[in-house]
């Protein structure tokens, strides 16, 4: 269990934002096999949803089979940032998330994302105007710096803390570094080290039990965030949450599991985007969850022009049976009506 200012979740499991993937069917799916305490929605512009824009507004839906879920916002501008957090509140987010690690050009080039790690006191000023925006718990994701030449994610941590801020997620990477290179677990602890009371949740890399494991003693943090891990292993949550209480690392899924999940998955996209959009938008996030599998290759290329749920789970079911196996199970979402 994790306190994050007056919230208590019953996991310091994290499933980290990703951009085009972290929908509201993805977190109900990955809910669905246990172990994940908070989720967070997709990276949200402020000034898109103080301007009403329809697409801000499909990044973050939200509904009671996902709770506690996050709203991951960014911005430049205090006032903005300030009254998109009172949007997320009054929509019934438990937590808002201020990114100011996003190391892509197109945020950067706001004065967004990575870009406050370059003004501590830009950064520092806009976490205090959201605090004071809403009651809800406040949070912010940074990197450990620019550059190796300005590592400032403990002195950054420390005045976010001194602001009103309730947790920080720190990734283990600079921004001149992006996804790729080492992850700095001795730099994370630094940020551990260097606040007080507030939770520090660890982020980068964590991709099985054993590296999250990992992450926690190396580093004495609070909690930790996954992202793509979640992808590769849809049960990363159950099986780490499993393996930090019993010692022992449940068995990884088989490919059976893997397509269940995907079909499963399908399925929900179906139901909330509708079919042709649904099956569409699953082509790319499908690429994330059949890899590492012998037959990723063959099922990308099978899907890459799939539009229909009839023809994508006849697919699934060829794969299934790749695997030795059939399915007869139906799958369906206990807020499907929720979802329409």
Not at 20 to 49: D, H, K, M, W
Not at 212 to 240: H, L, N, V
Request: proline fraction near 4%.
């Amino acid at each position: 269990m994790i306190k994050i200012k007056n919230l208590q979740i019953q996991s310091n499991l994290f499933l980290a934002p990703l951009a085009g993937y972290t929908n509201l069917p993805f977190r109900i799916a990955i809910r669905q096999n246990g172990g994940v305490g908070l989720t967070v929605s997709e990276l949200v512009n402020a000034r898109s949803l103080i301007e009403k824009k329809q697409k801000a507004f499909q990044l973050v839906e939200i509904c009671d089979q996902d709770r506690p879920v996050a709203s991951q916002i960014f911005g430049a501008k205090k006032e903005e940032m300030a009254e998109a957090a009172r949007i997320l509140d009054e929509i019934g987010f438990d937590v808002i998330d201020l990114n100011m690690g996003c190391p892509v050009r197109k945020v950067v080039a706001t004065g967004a994302g990575a870009a406050l790690l370059t003004d501590l006191k830009k950064a520092v000023s806009i976490a205090a105007e959201v605090v004071k925006a809403t009651s809800k718990p406040v949070t912010v994701k940074i990197r450990l710096g620019w550059d190796d030449s300005s590592i400032i994610a403990p002195e950054l941590a420390k005045a976010l803390e001194d602001a009103g801020i309730a947790a920080v997620t720190v990734h283990g990477r600079t921004r001149a570094q992006g996804f790729s290179g080492p992850v700095r677990l001795d730099q994370i602890k630094r940020v551990v080290d260097s606040v007080k009371t507030i939770p520090i949740i660890a982020n980068g890399n964590i991709v099985s039990p054993e590296s999250a494991k990992e992450m926690f003693e190396q580093t004495g943090c609070s909690g930790i965030s996954i992202g793509r891990g979640a992808f590769y292993d849809p049960w990363i949550f159950y099986r780490t949450q499993e393996f930090l209480n019993n010692g022992k690392v449940p068995s990884p899924p088989t490919m059976l599991d893997r397509l269940e999940f995907i079909k499963r998955h399908l399925r929900l996209m179906v139901a909330h985007f509708g079919e042709k959009r649904g099956c569409i938008m699953f082509r790319k996030v499908v690429h994330l969850e059949v890899k590492g599998l012998n037959i990723a290759s063959e099922f990308r290329r099978q899907t890459s022009n799939i539009s229909s749920l009839a023809e994508f789970e006849q697919m699934i079911d060829r794969f299934i049976g790749i695997a030795g196996k059939s399915v007869a199970k139906e799958y369906t979402c206990c807020c499907d009506s929720n979802l329409g």
